[in-house]
């Protein structure tokens, strides 16, 4: 049996485009405990430079092929067991490449209740079958008057029985199930019919009360949409293949036919070719049907995560607005709007309640209050969340900011993502215990402006909400995948061991919940970190650990000058060689490009440590500690430009991506409905996948393209004048800002379409 790691590491390194001795470094360190940022970073030379993507497509190949492996010696053992083992079926089985095919081998094979087959071979049909089958030439009425007994009353019980085994023989054959399947998924049609009766409370779904695609193209919202109304049941949904085509001439009823030599002149034909027909109808048809709806349902999902892994990723890595003394501002109407000064570090200062509008219409006393304190804490940033209330309350601050004398704050709109979430936390609580709920809100605002990674992580991923369909996917697999891009997120961009939240401390490679904790714990009690060997001292924090976290985590102004860089503490006499050879201090000549470029870096290679370590090292001398994430910027929204009904088409504006789905990105303008900009408009170009053109936080410039204020939908462009029109199908908008801490994200269709994502999700996802 072929279970040895070489046969899986080659597997893989053909998928992930790598030598198979590069895959089986990479699966040692893994299984060795070493995380995939850490592999990616520190362990160049062992992997041949495998990248964080390749080795998380390993690592997840890898638990698949180990179960794969794992199942493929229990059905060994199983079918040995039964004492029916044959040199070819175990030549099958070691070749199969995946667990349905290896299901399908074993399906002859696997216990299972008395069936049919088996009662009429119990009653002696199966010589009867056997005959059938390897004998056309007698009709098989004549042939089962010899099997009558007296549990076979007639030929009619005799041929049931015949067909019952021959069935049964049929769903069971792997080879034919391989082939049918195949066919299928080139051939069949997704068919979603409405209910009778649901057509007005299942109206939501009204793009899909008569709809019909190929199976192979379903894009995988359209498919999460109409698997939405089935499980809801307004929706029937069907996988249909050779509808329209005669039973004689169906394609698939003739490849069964043909895996069993039958044809159309025997006497015995014309019996099999109706016990096909039966056998597709009765028994294929609904468990390759259902096999098909499981594929499809797991490459739709497959698809629902990466587009929410993506977008994931751009949010946590947008531009920090950097260490400065913001305001917090989380709009509200009745309950009015919560203000929160943090400082540079995101210290908690000042908080206030103003109520500028209904009932109580302070607005002068509110501008009053927040000028006061935007004096007393210097503020240079304001954050206004996007939520209900977020361009009344830009405009308040925009008025009061006019009359005040330079310098003046910079106010950002900024996504109000989780933010919900976040002020209910354990988190939350143990950080401002005697807080508002409310609040703490106006906290995390101020603080993700700051820095969005360190204060997103204290969200649960799934939360933060820039997904498709996320309570449609399977939950553990969305997990992995969001957790990953945390960690990934986390670890590229490094962290601030002295003023690290133990949530952020957490997603660094090698900690964890409790190592975090312990680390805040040790700092509050003992002090800052004074170096990265410190750590050592921390209970139960070993040499394995640090090993693991110790390259990822910064000390600024501390007394080893490489601890505010990504140079992994095993490797300083690397990087102390190189300053030696400058002949310069380490802090004199660390950000000296220029003296760094005239070294040639393959004379510091050495034993342990090769050439692309030695680069690495060199190119963080030259910008120690260098933040990957881009530099902070923010839109700007036209004046008077407030609600939709001030658009028009025609208008050119400023505005940020809140988020990008399969069908385009999501633009805020300024109007609390986000418009859509279709892919079709992202470019002068053909755009395949909007990702390649846009992301999550950056800046466009758009244009009105339509305006829709009855139904609240937005279309904009961002190609010249004069470009393609957007198919008026895929036209929508986002949601106002209703819903407090509601994101800017396309929502399942439960939501109301008025003024939600999901209506422009709705119109984007009708048939083309």
């Known amino acids: 049996m072929v279970t040895t790691a070489r046969p899986i590491a080659a597997i893989i390194a053909s998928e992930i485009k790598a030598s198979a001795a590069q895959v089986a470094a990479a699966v040692e360190l893994l299984d060795g405990g070493a995380t995939v940022p850490f592999i990616a970073r520190y362990r160049k030379e062992a992997t041949g430079g495998l990248d964080d993507t390749q080795l998380r497509v390993l690592s997840e190949r890898l638990t698949y092929l180990r179960e794969l492996e794992a199942r493929r010696a229990s059905i060994l053992d199983s079918i040995r067991s039964q004492d029916k083992m044959t040199d070819e079926l175990e030549r099958k089985i070691e070749g199969a490449v995946t667990k349905a095919e290896l299901e399908d081998i074993y399906l002859p094979f696997k216990p299972k209740r008395r069936t049919k087959a088996e009662i009429a071979r119990e009653r002696g049909l199966g010589a009867l079958a056997d005959a059938i089958l390897s004998d056309r030439s007698t009709a098989p009425a004549e042939r089962a008057a010899a099997f009558l007994t007296a549990d076979v009353p007639d030929a009619k019980a005799a041929l049931d029985g015949a067909r019952d085994i021959i069935a049964e023989g049929m769903t069971e054959n792997a080879e034919l199930l391989g082939q049918l399947r195949s066919y299928m998924r080139g051939a069949a049609f997704l068919r979603a019919r409405v209910v009778g009766g649901k057509q007005e409370s299942g109206a939501k779904f009204s793009d899909y009360f008569d709809h019909s695609e190929r199976w192979a193209t379903v894009p995988g919202h359209r498919a999460l949409a109409m698997l939405r109304g089935w499980n809801e049941e307004v929706l029937s949904v069907d996988i249909v293949v050779d509808e329209d085509a005669a039973p004689s001439h169906r394609p698939i009823e003739r490849m069964i036919a043909a895996a069993y030599s039958v044809g159309d002149r025997l006497p015995g034909d014309k019996w099999l070719l109706e016990v096909i027909g039966w056998t597709w109808r009765v028994k294929l048809s609904l468990s390759l049907s259902l096999d098909l709806m499981r594929e499809l349902r797991e490459r739709a999902e497959e698809e629902a995560i990466r587009v929410f892994a993506r977008n994931l990723k751009d949010l946590l890595l947008a531009a920090p607005a950097g260490s400065r003394p913001t305001m917090g501002l989380d709009p509200g109407i009745r309950t009015g709007v919560k203000v929160a000064i943090v400082d540079g570090t995101g210290k908690l200062l000042d908080t206030s309640t103003v109520y500028p509008f209904p ?410």
């Open 359 to 768: 009932p109580k219409n302070d607005i002068r006393g509110t501008q009053a209050e927040l000028a006061a304190l935007v004096r007393k804490h210097k503020v240079e940033l304001i954050a206004i969340g996007n939520g209900t209330g977020s361009r009344e309350t830009e405009k308040l601050v925009a008025d009061m900011l006019a009359a005040m004398p330079a310098p003046k704050p910079t106010k950002v709109i900024v996504s109000e993502a989780g933010a919900s979430v976040y002020s209910a936390s354990e988190t939350a609580a143990a950080e401002f215990p005697g807080l508002d709920v409310s609040l703490r809100g106006a906290v995390s605002i101020a603080r993700r402006l700051q820095d969005p990674l360190a204060e997103l992580v204290k969200i649960e991923p799934k939360s933060i909400g820039v997904g498709q369909y996320q309570h449609d996917v399977d939950q553990s697999k969305l997990s992995r995948s969001l957790d990953a891009v945390v960690e990934d997120a986390v670890n590229a961009v490094g962290v601030d061991l002295n003023t690290a939240s133990a949530p952020l401390l957490a997603r660094v490679s090698g900690l964890g919940k409790s190592s975090a904790e312990a680390i805040v714990a040790h700092r509050d009690a003992l002090g800052a970190f004074a170096s990265r060997k410190d750590l050592l001292k921390v209970p139960r924090l070993g040499a394995r650990t640090f090993e693991q976290c110790a390259g990822f985590l910064r000390i600024t102004n501390g007394s080893e000058p490489l601890d505010a860089s990504a140079v992994h503490p095993e490797a300083y006499g690397v990087a102390k060689k190189i300053v030696a050879a400058c002949g310069r201090d380490v802090r004199s000549l660390m950000g000296d490009s220029a003296e760094l470029k005239k070294l040639d870096p393959r004379i510091f290679v050495d034993e342990r440590f090769g050439l692309p370590t030695v680069k690495d090292i060199l190119a963080e001398l030259e910008k120690p500690g260098r933040d990957p994430r881009p530099s902070f910027k923010t839109a700007t929204f036209a004046e008077g430009i407030d609600d939709i009904k001030d658009l028009k088409v025609g208008m050119r504006l400023e505005g940020t991506v809140t988020n990008v789905a399969a069908f385009g990105a999501f633009v805020d303008i300024g109007v609390h409905q986000d418009g859509l900009v279709h892919v079709s408009q992202l470019a002068d170009r053909f755009v395949k996948d909007p990702h390649e053109v846009v992301k999550a936080g950056d800046v466009v410039h758009v244009r009105v393209t339509e305006v829709d204020v009855a139904r609240k939908r937005i279309g904009l462009s961002m190609r010249k004048e004069g470009g393609a029109e957007t198919p008026r199908e895929a036209r929508g908008t986002a949601p106002n800002g209703g819903n407090r801490g509601a994101p800017a994200r396309p929502q399942p269709p439960q939501q109301p379409a008025q003024g939600a994502f999901g209506e422009a999700l709705i119109a984007a996802m009708k048939k083309k």
